[in-house]
């Protein structure tokens, strides 16, 4: 099984080299094959701007295969060659956007299944704000102003972006409907990932990890480490 990267957006921006640059390396270093997913950015169509800036930020960091796939919508996200690229990619990186249309999207679709595959085979899956929401089981959906089921890598959470910005109050709000989430509050420029002995996750960048089960509060900075519990 591989790992997972959950970033709390502001993506490609300074203290986000931290978890990038951990997570090539666990991917195998900066020669495997790096696939950006911009889905999530196409509703406002930024999608082909968003895979680019993408495609500059991990060649900045070194790596050397990297490819923002025309993963846009649900007949993309069935198109055989781009899930064989991403049962063959080390890394895949989820952009951040809009959550709702991102779940819809990667759902039950031939990309997502190829997602599953690469990780079981020991890829990383990462994400940076919707991004990282999809990935957990349950994700708020702003637009609507409602809690959707996500996509249900990581059972029993949700991820909770921006949180050091605008992110907490989704999270007070949340929290008080739906008592029996784990939530994961993360900070721009933050990233966890679940490297340690016995699903130790790990916190890099610049801010902080908030997880709040109702109605205890656990906070960890750069260099800490907790399990999701």
Avoid at 14 to 32: I, K, N, Y
Avoid at 40 to 52: K, T
Avoid at 161 to 177: A, C, I, K, V
Avoid at 185 to 209: F, L
Wanted: charged content about 20%; overall charge neutral.
């Amino acid at each position: 099984m591989g790992y997972i990267l959950l970033e709390g957006g502001a993506e490609f921006d300074g203290m986000m080299a931290q978890p990038d640059l951990r997570s090539l390396a666990l991917a195998g270093d900066r020669d495997v094959p790096v696939s950006i997913i911009p889905a999530a950015a196409a509703p406002d169509h930024n999608h082909i701007q968003a895979g680019q800036n993408g495609v500059r930020w991990f060649q900045k960091l070194g790596a050397t295969r990297v490819t923002s796939l025309p993963l846009i919508d649900k007949e993309s996200a069935n198109r055989k060659e781009l899930a064989e690229a991403l049962r063959d990619s080390r890394l895949i990186y989820i952009l951040g956007g809009f959550p709702g249309y991102l779940v819809q999207t990667l759902r039950d679709s031939l990309c997502w299944r190829a997602i599953i595959e690469a990780h079981r085979k020991g890829a990383v899956i990462g994400g940076s704000s919707a991004g990282a929401m999809v990935l957990c089981e349950y994700l708020y959906v702003p637009s609507e102003q409602a809690l959707q089921n996500g996509l249900n890598l990581l059972s029993g959470t949700s991820v909770i972006p921006h949180y050091d910005t605008f992110g907490q109050g989704w999270m007070n709000r949340l929290s008080l409907e739906y008592p029996d989430i784990l939530y994961i509050g993360i900070d721009e420029e933050t990233g966890m990932i679940n490297e340690g002995p016995r699903g130790q996750w790990h916190v890099y960048g610049k801010g902080r990890v908030t997880l709040y089960r109702r109605p205890q509060f656990n906070v960890y900075s750069r260099g800490e480490s907790f399990v999701l519990k």
